[in-house]
């Protein structure tokens, strides 16, 4: 069955141990995946502040307006 060169015998694969690493191995793409979007995102936002400010103009800064209550 699961016999080396030597003759000796591999331990079996437990299922259980193989199934946890899987969904570490998802978790860690999925937090790697994340990460360079927000990278990108953040990237893309410098990008457009700084074309701003190479054409000379003053009002680059985004300006955040909270919302009227009603």
């Given amino acids: 069955m699961g016999r080396t060169d030597e003759g000796r015998q591999e331990p079996p694969e437990d299922e259980g141990n193989r ?6 191995m998802l978790g860690f793409f999925a937090v790697l995946v994340a990460a360079g979007i927000w990278l990108l995102s953040t990237m893309a936002d410098i990008r457009k502040v700084q074309d701003c400010a190479a054409q000379g103009r003053r009002n680059c800064a985004s300006i955040d307006v909270p919302e009227r209550a009603r």
């Fill in 19 to 24: 199934s946890v690493e899987n969904a570490v």
